[in-house]
Each structure stands twice: as structure tokens, then as C-alpha cells.
């Protein structure tokens, strides 16, 4: 993953673009990184990457040019099938996100989510389009190490996604092909010069020079590749579960108030308190410790508490 980091790295330095520019690459950077969720109307921004400086760019341009809080969390996991830790960083805005998400233009006027990018982007300027890639590749860019077969894939969040970033980059020339792994679109490069070409147009110029005219092996390389995506999927899952459950627990500590049981209060203090702990680590953390399901129950019995006397109460309303 070596190479990968690098040209993550080197893309990360580029913070000397227009607000417009940097603008692209934020909303590019939201999107593919997963960034968008609905929960009860609300909308909460979390996009993840495997590279830091690439989730610090973002969290600094979300407050610089957007002026919204931005929070950066570290999460490190145990891969069994690549038995080494795996980390990923969080960039994520709460409170905001719906205001975000009209501003980056993923959330249309009708406040609609838009299926793949903006139209201003897909049709935008050429540096707009260059910032695009740019922030689709940090967000989950692969590329091959010396020694693969030559490969730059981006994993996309839907096709629509898929469909508007290759058109985007057919108005460079440079022709993608749209394939389907597992339940995930992806855009890919095979060719070398065209990975070369791209790697360039997306500012990524050391390292298109140290890749460039290498004949590589791919065997191992999409092993990884696999494996880490596998990693990658749970890991969205497990995060994007937690953020529901934060949600969850503030609207139920809203509408319970005082009137809580100690116990469920405990427990759901518990999930604001340590956001990325697993429910068996959370188990641990009560006083005193208890099992993943006993914990697990306890939260979920404060929603339906919450549920119930917020029910009652439109009921008594009418």
C-alpha cells in the first residue's frame, strides 16, 4: 500500500486552488467517501479514507471555505485476512450536514439527494473536473504497486456516481470502463498510459513519474485489493451503525429528559462517550461490566422507551 499512501499524500499538499476548485474535490471527496446519510430527515456527513492527510484536507476545507465544525476520528480494526491493524479516518459533521450537503450540491433544492455528482461538476470547468477525480481518488482511489498488473480503480458509490466521473474524464480523453465487484460500481484504468495520464491531470506528478512504463505483476496486488474492500465494507457498516445510534440516543435523551432509568441512561451515555467502541467494548466499559448482548438490549430498550412515551404524547396532542 505503499505507493497507494504516496500519491494520497502527494495529492493532499494541493491547497492552493481557487475556493470554486477546492470546493469540487470536497463535494468528489463527501460523495465517494460514503459521506451522505439520511436518518429521520436528518443528514449527517461522515466520508471515510484510508489516508490521513487526505481526511484532514477535507476536515480543514469543510471548516475554511464551508465555515461548518468538522470533526476527524481515528479508527483502527484487526484484519484477520491481512493480519495487520487497518485504520481509517472519519471526517464528520453532525449538526450541519444537512447545510453541507445543499452547499456541496448533494442535497438538490428540493432537498432531494442527487444520485451521482452535481450537475455544475459533471459539467463544470476543467480544473473543476480535474478537482473532481482528484477528490474521487482520495476518497477511494486503488492503484497498483510495482510489481501488479496495471490498474487505477475507483470504487464508486452507486453507477450514477460511476457513469458521471467517466464522463467526466472522457473530457480528457481518457476512457474508463464501468464494471460491477460484488454489490459495489467501480471505474478502472488498465492501460498504462491512461493511468499515467490520469495520475498527471489529477496533480499527482511524482508519482505518475515513478509509475510510469512499469510492467507489473497482478496477482498479489488484487488479493490485497480484495481483501482490504472487504475490510473497508464492514468497517462502513460498523461506523454508519454507531452514527445511527448516537442520533438515536440524543433524540431519546430529548424526549425522555429526567425520566430515564438509570441503567438505559448509563448505557446510552456509554455510545456518546466512546463513539467508535464495538457493543463488546462498550459491555466492557459499564460498572460493572456486562456482555455485548446485555448492552446491546439496554440501548435498544431506551429507543423503544423513547419511542413509546413520544408516541403517547401525539397521541394526547390530537
Sequence with gaps: MTLLNDVKDELSLIDDEPDLVKKAQAAAMIRFGGGLHLL???????????????????????????????????????????KTPVTHYFVRVLRQGGSLALQTGLLDKQKHLVRGLPNDLVEGTVAQAKAVCRGAFLAHGL??????????????????????????????????????????????LRDSDSIEKML???????????????????ETRGKI???ANFDNANMRRSAKAAVEAMVKVRHAFEVLGDDIPPNLRAAGQLR??????????????SDPPITKDAIAGRIRRLFQLASR???ERDHESK
Design 40 to 82: 429521520k430527515q436528518h443528514i449527517i456527513i461522515q466520508a471515510q479514507f484510508d489516508n490521513q492527510n487526505a481526511a484532514q484536507w477535507l476536515k480543514d476545507t469543510i471548516e475554511s471555505v464551508y465555515h461548518d465544525a468538522a470533526d476527524l476520528i481515528e479508527v483502527q480494526s484487526q484484519s484477520l485476512q491481512l
Design 143 to 188: 492503484l497498483s504497486d510495482p510489481g501488479a498488473s496495471s490498474l487505477l480503480e475507483i470504487v464508486c458509490p452507486g453507477y450514477d456516481a460511476a457513469r458521471d466521473l467517466a464522463h467526466i474524464a472522457k473530457q480528457f480523453n481518457v476512457t474508463v470502463g464501468i464494471h460491477q465487484v460484488r454489490n459495489t460500481q467501480r471505474i478502472f
Design 200 to 218: 498527471l491531470l489529477i496533480g499527482a506528478e511524482k508519482t505518475s513519474r515513478e509509475w510510469s512504463g512499469k510492467r507489473l505483476d497482478g
Design 225 to 227: 485489493n480484495r481483501l
Design 272 to 285: 456518546l462517550d466512546y463513539q467508535s467502541a464495538s457493543l463488546e467494548e462498550l459491555g466492557k466499559l
Design 309 to 311: 412515551v413520544e408516541a
